[in-house]
């Protein structure tokens, strides 16, 4: 039978792997704030899970910012002020997420496996909880700076009391829960560099030309797909 310190280690691998894949229908995406600059990633169509197609978020960097999209989407300006705004309220959310992966996923199996479950695994549980209840006590503080309703916010912080894995991964959800309101093409061609916007670009329109073979040629979803494959064309 497994020990409790192997038990522990494996739920706690697996709750965070749980937390860190999405779902994402055939015409959704994730923009990714990095580093340095913006990035892109559409969801693994080799197969689906609960008919819909998976996407593993960055596992060693929660601090990554993501955004969901989905296409055709209403051709609105962001609002890159507020885009701002969100982001560097985020940045100690991120720092707190980034030193979480350390203490869950990276010193819980060390204390785990070299002291047992001794005062060491006490010890580190009580600073894991000290810095998630710092983490949601910033929410509700800077709650209107990051967009967040009452709901919402409760939900985040209920999840990543009773489950510390989840709270890894505490900033994408917000940022996640963040409406840029834009189009897929009016967003990357405001976020993305040139050379991310022009591989964006043939990237979606080839996933355009693979869903519009799934449909009668006058049929509304393809006259739509069609018309959005021309927007896309024209766009420089």
Do not use: H
């Amino acid at each position: 039978m497994l020990s409790f310190e192997t038990l522990l280690v494996l739920g706690v691998l697996f709750f965070y792997l749980y937390d860190s894949l999405m779902l994402l229908n055939v015409n959704e995406l994730i923009v990714q704030k990095t580093f340095k600059k913006w990035s892109y990633r559409f969801p693994a169509f080799g197969f689906q899970i609960l008919r819909k197609f998976p996407l593993m978020m960055n596992l060693l960097m929660p601090n990554f910012l993501v955004f969901s999209l989905s296409w055709p989407s209403p051709k609105e300006e962001i609002d890159t002020g507020r885009l701002e705004t969100l982001i560097k309220s985020l940045l100690p959310l991120q720092i707190i997420a980034s030193l979480l992966l350390m203490l869950i996923i990276f010193a819980i199996p060390f204390v785990a496996f070299i002291f047992d479950s001794g005062p060491q695994l006490l010890t580190l549980f009580m600073f894991i909880y000290l810095l998630i209840f710092i983490s949601v006590f910033y929410l509700f503080i800077y709650r209107d700076p990051l967009g967040l309703s009452g709901l919402k916010l409760s939900s985040i912080a209920f999840e990543c009391i009773l489950c510390p894995p989840f709270a890894i991964n505490i900033a994408r959800k917000v940022s996640m829960s963040y409406e840029i309101g834009s189009d897929p093409i009016n967003c990357s061609k405001t976020l993305f560099d040139k050379q991310t916007f022009k591989l964006f670009k043939s990237d979606l329109s080839s996933l355009l030309k693979t869903n519009m073979k799934y449909y009668e040629k006058d049929s509304a979803r393809y006259t739509e797909l069609q018309s959005y494959l021309n927007d896309i064309t024209k766009t420089k």
